[in-house]
């Protein structure tokens, strides 16, 4: 940021991006943050923790799509940028009902976007210049690579699989046309998966670290040979942080630590941090509850980040996988008041249509 402090209007930052990115810009900035989020099933107060208090921290109940609210806060607030978060994230949910995704991530990606040109045209010169809107997307647009296939660059041919990755590139698209035909000084960021605290239950390391912890099965789609490229939400934060200081307006930035993983190492992993923390289980008794399950339709194979261009900026990955697992877990076993209450009237057995509250084991996978 510059001297002065600026205003930033996160979106979706109750959830779990956007909560570590609200957290990391007011301990690592000077920023006033103005969060704006629906509180979905994902969303979660509680995921901001004593962050809720911060006196340059103003939470905002309500949509992304309902442009009165939306009008309203950029002309009090005055942001310098908007750093677009609010999504339905779920790849299962979208194939279960992609009715949502179409509303949020597409038709709510476009009301944002007209409510920011209309506050970006009518603004001052010099407000003009520094305004940014970041968008925050995802890989999985890109759809799915061989195996012996060079990872995803920025120039990629958009192929999306899942209602959930066509849904984020309509709204990647939808950024980009603002940005050429209007000039709307816009930088979209494309992610690998994301892990760490504050994930809700029911993606793939979360889900798997609270039935190992509790012995329950650990079913995996597939043969579980899916390749996922594992980035740390801390590192995913900084990297936005980074291209919002100096990436090019217009331009695309992948961001990605290199780490690829199948979904059963992933799971090995986690099984291992488990062992280390359950009294009396022995070393590798936890992996005895991997169970393969039928596949999930069009599961992608293999998604990987070509982040050089991201690194041109100066941003490094600074969080290993192993060592990042291993702390994810412990922070999982460690604090049962926020799984509590995040998944309070959840029931994740129902995840893979088992009926509710089946003592059976959804299935999952890594996005
Ligand atoms: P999440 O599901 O944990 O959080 C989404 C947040 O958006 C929630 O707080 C929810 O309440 C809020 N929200 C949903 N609809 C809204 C609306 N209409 N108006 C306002 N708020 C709304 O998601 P996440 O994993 O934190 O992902 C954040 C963003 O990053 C998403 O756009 C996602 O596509 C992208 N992304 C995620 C990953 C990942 O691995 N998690 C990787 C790459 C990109």
């Given at each position: 940021?510059?001297?002065?402090?600026?205003?930033?209007?996160?979106?979706?930052?109750?959830?779990?991006?956007?909560s570590n990115l609200v957290r990391m810009l007011l301990a690592e900035t000077d920023a006033r943050v103005v969060n704006l989020d629906l509180l979905t099933y994902a969303g979660r107060l509680e995921s901001l923790g004593v962050v809720q208090d911060h006196p340059r921290h103003e939470f905002v109940h309500g949509d992304i799509a309902d442009a009165a609210l939306v009008g309203e806060l950029l002309r009090s607030r005055r942001p310098a940028a908007v750093l677009h978060l609010?999504?339905?994230?779920?790849?299962?949910?979208?194939?279960?009902?992609?009715?949502?995704?179409?509303?949020?991530?597409?038709?709510?990606?476009?009301?944002?976007?007209?409510?920011?040109l209309e506050y970006w045209s009518e603004a001052a010169a010099g407000e003009r210049g520094r305004f940014r809107f970041l968008h925050v997307s995802t890989d999985e647009v890109y759809g799915s690579l061989t195996a012996a296939a060079a990872p995803f660059t920025e120039t990629s041919r958009y192929d999306p699989s899942s209602p959930y990755a066509a849904s984020k590139a309509?709204?990647?698209?939808?950024?980009?046309?603002?940005?050429?035909?209007?000039?709307?000084?816009?930088?979209?960021?494309?992610?690998?998966?994301?892990?760490?605290?504050?994930?809700?239950?029911?993606?793939?390391?979360?889900?798997?670290?609270?039935?190992?912890?509790?012995g329950l099965p650990l079913p995996l789609y597939g043969d579980g040979l899916q390749v996922r490229d594992w980035l740390h939400v801390k590192d995913q934060c900084r990297a936005l942080i980074t291209v919002l200081r100096l990436g090019q307006p217009g331009g695309s930035y992948n961001i990605g630590a290199g780490a690829e993983r199948t979904n059963r190492q992933v799971v090995e992993s986690i099984c291992q941090a488990v062992d280390g923390i359950v009294e009396?289980?022995?070393?590798?008794?936890?992996?005895?509850?991997?169970?393969l399950?039928?596949?999930?339709?069009?599961?992608?194979?293999?998604?990987?980040?070509?982040?050089?261009?991201?690194?041109?900026?100066?941003?490094?990955?600074?969080?290993?996988?192993?060592?990042?697992?291993?702390?994810?877990?412990?922070?999982?076993?460690d604090n049962e008041a926020w799984v509590a209450a995040a998944t309070r009237g959840f029931d994740l057995g129902r995840r893979a249509g088992l009926g509710p509250n089946s003592g059976a084991a959804p299935s999952a996978s890594g996005g």
């Open positions: 940021m510059t001297a002065a402090p600026q205003t930033l209007l996160v979106t979706g930052g109750a959830g779990f991006i956007g609010a999504a339905e994230s779920h790849v299962d949910r979208s194939i279960e009902g992609p009715a949502p995704f179409i509303t949020t991530n597409v038709l709510g990606t476009g009301a944002l976007l007209n409510a920011c309509g709204s990647d698209h939808l950024v980009r046309a603002f940005a050429r035909t209007y000039g709307l000084p816009a930088i979209v960021t494309n992610a690998s998966n994301n892990y760490g605290p504050y994930q809700f239950p029911e993606k793939l390391i979360p889900l798997m670290t609270l039935r190992a912890l509790a009396g289980r022995r070393d590798g008794e936890t992996k005895k509850l991997i169970r399950v039928a596949d999930r339709p069009g599961h992608d194979r293999r998604y990987a980040i070509d982040a050089t261009r991201v690194r041109g900026l100066g941003w490094r990955p600074s969080e290993s996988f192993e060592e990042g697992v291993s702390r994810t877990v412990r922070w999982y076993a």
